[in-house]
């Protein structure tokens, strides 16, 4: 329920702060005067796409902020529009997003305007309303059915793509088997490129390379210069003498240590430089077999635009792409009987679904000839029709229509074509009523519910809506004394100018009040005495 409204720098709104009451709250104007703006300024704070041009001429922001109780918590509600283009919204002073707004108070405040009598109209809305109806029961089984046609066009995807890729793999096949074989037939492996340029290099500087080498061994390992010891020698000496007096000293017992890790390492190395001499024998053609090698490599990595590494990988990719071709029957069978199973799974839910919402039709259907026959539908007929579609959708396979006979022995037709603009107002008026009781909106507000509505239809749907009030809190924007007269709580918007300003105000009724504005409504003035003794008896009736 709102307790508050107030509306800063919004459109003609300058400042704008009122209380409702708890059941039937009527507002009530002049063409104009800013009926429209406060309905859009409440729309905006409970999630509507926040317009920059509503924030008042002059103002570098509009706020509007609603309170009242959602199951008998408090709750505030605001919105901050930046004439710069950004908004701000707030759950309880918490920054939320426009979608967890909307969420929050789809089942706390329902707006029924003008456009909703063109929902209603529209066939492919049909289903939806229905389904709203107790959709305590459907909605659980709409989801497992949503679950289970997106798993099943899941399914089936994965089946066409399979199909997609068969068909340019019959186009492919020839080049995946010709490349593969020639990247096979490389024989390549992963660094042979650094590695044959290592060995080359090495080969053009054989000579050199070869008497560093020995040079460097026979100063370690060989007889050293002039015939005397070698360098391993000496140093085996050395480690030698100083072990034999290393126990007088830590000191030269380390050192001795030292020497001796020093021959393992020196010794080491002479080892290698042994084993490097006996392959550093090198012949013109071993030169050549490389360098042809290397060409050949290049020559692949240039075609391929890639390292020897990605060539490799790419060789797999191949071989698994050709892997898949010659399994493509298997793949498709169990691609296939998994989509079947998806589609039985589906199919099956859309069944249930489609008995529950045939069960819930039929008690909608009762449900709103009633509120029809309350509304003075005399002899009104009304019938949900549902037939089969060919495919399965999210909703299912059921086609939903509303149809109506407004006259004794005439046909039930689509309501689209029967019902006049006011027949459309009061429809509505029995759904918003009959879904209203089953969803438990707490707050329902009906902007200019009575467009093509007068007279006696107009003091039906006030009555209707005096009724609703009855149990949760009704706001209704009107121009009909009939609807008027119904108020608990009456409210009227005035438009004022000054210095070239608009600005719109707000007034909360009393009895007087009341009557010389419903006066006003019947003839334009509220101090015709004939137009007030109308507007008392009015009034009265509805008391009555």
């Known amino acids: 329920m709102i307790d508050r409204i107030e509306i800063n720098n919004f459109a003609t709104i300058e400042h704008l702060s009122f209380d409702l009451g708890d059941s039937f709250n009527v ?56 004439a710069g283009g950004k908004s701000v919204s707030k759950l309880n002073g918490e920054m939320v997003t426009l979608g967890q707004l909307r969420n929050f ?7 029924h305007g003008q456009y909703d009598n063109q929902q209603i109209l529209d066939p492919d809305n049909h289903i939806r309303i229905t389904d709203s109806f107790h959709s305590e029961v459907l909605a659980p089984e709409l989801e497992k059915l949503r679950s289970c046609y997106d798993e099943y066009k899941s399914a089936q995807k994965e089946y066409e793509d399979l199909l997609k890729a068969e068909a340019n793999a019959v186009q492919q096949q020839d080049y995946y088997k010709f490349e593969y074989k020639y990247i096979q037939d490389l024989g390549l492996y992963a660094g042979e ?3 044959l340029q290592d060995r080359l290099a090495m ?22 210069y002039e015939g005397g010891p070698s ?31 020093a021959y393992y390492s020196l010794e080491d190395i002479a080892s290698g430089l042994r084993d490097l001499l006996s392959s550093l024998n090198f012949s013109e053609q071993d030169m050549d077999d490389i360098s042809s090698r290397l060409a050949v490599i290049e020559d692949a990595k240039r075609k391929y635009r890639k390292t020897v590494e990605e060539i490799i990988e790419f060789r ?36 249930h679904v489609s008995e529950l919402r045939h069960i819930i039709a039929a008690r909608l259907e009762s449900a709103i000839i009633k509120e029809l026959t309350d509304l003075e539908f005399a002899n009104t007929d009304f019938r949900i029709d549902i037939s089969r579609l060919d495919e399965i959708g999210p909703l299912g396979f059921d086609k939903v229509e509303f149809l109506i006979s407004t006259n004794p022995g005439d046909p039930l037709m689509p309501l689209t074509k029967i019902a006049s603009g006011g027949e459309i107002s009061r429809i509505m008026l029995a759904f918003k009523h009959i879904i209203g009781e089953t969803d438990r909106v707490e707050t329902m507000i009906f902007d200019e519910i009575d467009t093509g509505i007068s007279g006696h239809t107009a003091l039906v749907v006030g009555r209707k809506l005096a009724e609703i009030a009855g149990h949760r809190q009704i706001i209704s924007v009107t121009h009909l004394p009939q609807i008027a007269a119904y108020g608990d709580d009456n409210y009227l918007i005035s438009k004022s100018i000054d210095n070239q300003k608009s600005y719109t105000n707000i007034d909360h009724l009393d009895d007087e009040s009341k009557v010389r504005m419903i006066a006003a409504l019947f003839s334009g003035s509220s101090e015709s005495e004939n137009a007030l003794q109308a507007a008392r008896e009015l009034v009265a009736s509805t008391k009555a």
């Open 27 to 82: 507002i009530t104007g002049e063409t104009g005067a800013g009926k429209s703006v406060l309905i859009t300024a409440v729309s905006t704070v409970l999630g509507d796409r926040a317009d920059t041009s509503m924030v008042r001429t002059g103002a570098d922001r509009a706020f509007i902020q609603i309170a009242g109780t959602k199951n008998g918590e408090d709750v505030i509600i605001s919105r901050e529009i930046l």
């Open 105 to 111: 108070c789809s089942d706390w405040i329902d707006i």
């Open 193 to 195: 490129d650094k590695e």
């Open 203 to 224: 080969m053009k500087n054989s000579s050199r390379i070869f008497q560093s080498v020995r040079s460097s061994y026979d100063l370690l390992q060989g007889t050293g």
């Open 231 to 261: 360098l391993l020698d000496d140093l085996s000496r050395v480690a030698s003498e100083l072990s034999d007096i290393g126990s007088y000293s830590d000191q030269i017992s380390t050192m001795a240590s030292q020497a001796y890790d």
């Open 316 to 351: 797999d990719e191949l071989r698994s792409r050709l892997e898949i071709m010659q399994n493509f029957d298997g793949e498709k069978k169990r691609l296939a009987d998994a989509a079947h199973k998806k589609y039985a799974a589906l199919e099956a839910q859309a069944e």
